[in-house]
């Protein structure tokens, strides 16, 4: 067995299970990660100077695979559901020594790290794959120690990852080959069957999810977060696609992080170390941050090249729409360094509406903010999920609920106690449709939408005319500064008027038979803000 590094882990690994592996690689520098990826042909560099690896048959996260262990400490906690999907103990336990046995004879690569960038709340990771290149998406994506933390560091939990390790559904418990099952008790994530880096990370955002709210009254988040020069922070909800990360990629504003956040009583702070960025369509002209960070160090993920070049053509989706890129999060020429910032003062709710209905900005009030955050209203987007082919309207609370294993009210709660305490302004945005629904509409443009962001966080919106949406209340300012008036109003773009307002009233009608099931836990302030079908 031979060893790599200054540390040995050979008896962490041992305690494990991992018991005879063929060469133990820990803590390895991104130079040499790549190297050993390139070396083993299971990647290329390019003409940027970013890695490009194809993840294989998994190209975006598998939900219906994704299993918690239900045991004495989670039975009456986590909310049971088709994302929380329950796994006994013994079958945990089988799939465990099955994927430790997994690496007998194999190389295994190993990482330390963290998570959490208030240290109050600092999780200590150790992550095991059994490729270099998903050890590269580790260094980047998880806060990274200084080489002499490295001693003083003890793993709270272990994330194990093997692609060629497959479950045996008849006997292990699985839906399919593939898995990603999660113990609380353990302090354990495995993931076998399965190259898509995604997984890596949704699991450990998963786990925070259940720590934090639980055992700190902090709020969890799925957004991502800016600050400007006068300290001025804000935050963006939604889903993949919607964008939390183009939007938060502001050159004006430092950039805290793009994906997961944690709201206590007196900071925003970034879970990550880096970011995990789509890149279908990427250009330079409209995401340049973006754009600059793929360079050496940055991984590429199910891109194709210019026919017989090593240039990255964004706009092919051949493999799939879900094409993505990692790097630290220092690779944004203005990030906020440590990732932590001041309360907010704007929250954004990103949807990508596919009917076309909802405006392109409009204001909530804080039992309206209630009522959307717990609906999470919004479009899956093409590539996200595997077989999700096209823009499919959705429903998921507080824009996460794949990654949510407590009941939404505790986070809406939660959500509701800040917006009270703090009087952040809340404002809908809508980066989807107008003019009709998909197919038949055009995607708002990305220009528009930073226009109407930035007039509300420079509070060019405040002292403006606004009327109420006729269905769903929200109101919609009568102008924007840099974009044009007459598409504020979607009700205006919609050459058939009548249509739209059958439209409108038709997902008014989705959002109502949605909340039925959260409608015995809401005040009556929350279902007040329900809309006026």
């Known amino acids: 067995m031979q060893v790599s590094s200054v540390r040995n882990p050979v008896a962490d690994l041992l305690e494990l299970g991992i018991r005879q592996a063929n060469r133990i690689f820990y803590q390895l520098d991104p130079a040499d990660l790549i190297a050993q990826t390139v070396a083993s042909a ?33 039975a009456s906690s986590i909310n049971w559901n088709d994302f929380n999907i329950p796994i006994s103990p013994e079958s945990f336990d089988k799939l465990y020594n099955k994927i430790t046995r997994y690496f007998t004879g194999k190389d295994v690569w190993v990482r330390d790290g963290f998570a959490c960038a208030d240290q109050s709340y600092r999780v200590n990771l150790r992550v095991i794959t059994e490729t270099p290149w998903a050890n590269l998406f580790a260094y980047n994506m998880f806060l990274r120690p200084a080489e002499e933390e490295l001693d003083d560091i003890h793993p709270e939990w272990t994330i194990i990852q093997a692609p060629g390790c497959l479950a045996d559904p008849a006997t292990d418990g699985t839906r399919q080959p593939n898995f990603a099952a999660v113990s ?31 055992e700190h009254d902090v709020l969890s988040m799925h957004c991502s977060a ?44 970034n879970f990550e170390g880096g970011c995990y960025a789509k890149c279908i369509d990427l250009s330079e002209e409209k995401e340049p941050q973006i754009f600059h960070a793929i360079r050496e160090g940055a991984l590429l993920e199910n891109i194709m ?10 706009a092919d989706k051949c493999i799939t729409e879900n094409t993505r890129v990692s790097y630290p999060l220092h690779y944004i020429d203005n990030a906020q360094i440590p990732s932590v910032g ?7 709710f990103l949807t990508c509406d596919a009917y076309g209905v909802l405006p392109p900005v409009s204001r909530l009030t804080p039992e309206q903010a209630m009522y959307q955050f717990i609906s999470g209203y919004t479009a899956r987007v093409a590539g996200t999920e595997a077989g999700v082919t096209e823009p499919t309207a959705t429903f998921s609370t507080c824009f996460g609920a794949p990654f949510l294993p407590l009941h939404p009210v505790k986070y809406a709660a939660l959500l509701g106690e800040k917006l009270r305490q703090h009087k952040a302004t809340v404002w809908l945005i809508n980066t989807g449709w107008t003019g009709g629904a998909y197919g038949m509409g055009q995607r708002i443009k990305l220009s528009y939408t930073r226009a109407m962001v930035t007039a509300a966080l420079n509070g060019q919106l405040d002292k403006l005319a606004y ?8 109101s919609i300012p009568e102008s924007c500064p840099g974009v044009p008036s007459d598409i504020l109003d979607p009700r205006n773009t919609w050459e058939d008027k009548e249509l739209y307002d059958q439209r409108a009233n038709e997902l008014g009608v989705k959002f109502v038979r949605n909340f039925e099931k959260y409608a015995a836990q809401a005040t009556p302030e929350i279902l007040s803000a329900s809309p006026r079908i």
Do not use: M
């Not at 290329?44 to 996260?61: C, E, I, P």
């Not at 090249?305 to 964004?314: F, I, K, L, S």
């Open 42 to 74: 299971q990647g290329a560099l390019l003409s940027n100077g970013a890695l490009a690896v194809n993840t294989g048959q998994f190209t975006g996260r598998s939900p219906k695979d994704k299993f918690i262990v239900k045991d004495e400490l989670t």
């Open 184 to 214: 609380f008790s353990r302090k354990t994530i495995i993931i076998g069957g399965t190259a898509y880096t995604g997984e890596i990370k949704k699991g450990v955002f998963t786990i925070l999810n259940y720590l934090l709210p639980h």
């Open 226 to 269: 800016n600050v400007g020069a006068q300290g001025d922070t804000a935050i963006f909800f939604g889903l993949s696609g919607t964008g939390k990360t183009t939007l938060s990629a502001d050159p004006a504003r430092k950039l805290i992080g793009d994906d997961e956040h944690g709201w206590t009583d007196h900071n925003i702070f």
């Open 305 to 314: 090249c210019h026919p017989g070049t090593a240039d990255v053509n964004y």
């Open 342 to 348: 001041n309360i907010p003062d704007n929250i954004f």
């Open 467 to 474: 009327k109420d949406h006729p269905v769903f209340g929200c």
